[in-house]
């Protein structure tokens, strides 16, 4: 193993669970908001999975009443507390870029 390798290898996340692009996934953050933490929840589907190790990030879009969020998090962040896949998605695309121009029920 090279050595980025073996000092990557304490901070990865052994618990992260298989999800693709398409998927609806709940995200919990930690929010620390003072001298007080709490877990905050981001629900959508996530259009883009990228790069690997420590540096593996994914986006999550979300609409919110007539406004579509989007969000990168990074996927072995100590900020994430856990990932729930909600349901699978079926995709012919490794990007859905797409979906952020859609509004309503048309993005489902």
Sequence with gaps: MDKIGLIEKDYVKK?????????QVK???KVQEGDKTRIQLFQGTVIRRRG???NATFTVLKEVRDDMVEKVFFLHSPQIEKIQVVSKGKVHRAKLYHLRKKRGSKSS
């Design 27 to 29: 995200v919990n953050l």
């Design 15 to 23: 618990s992260v669970p298989e999800f693709n692009v398409g998927d």
């Design 52 to 54: 690997h190790g420590t």
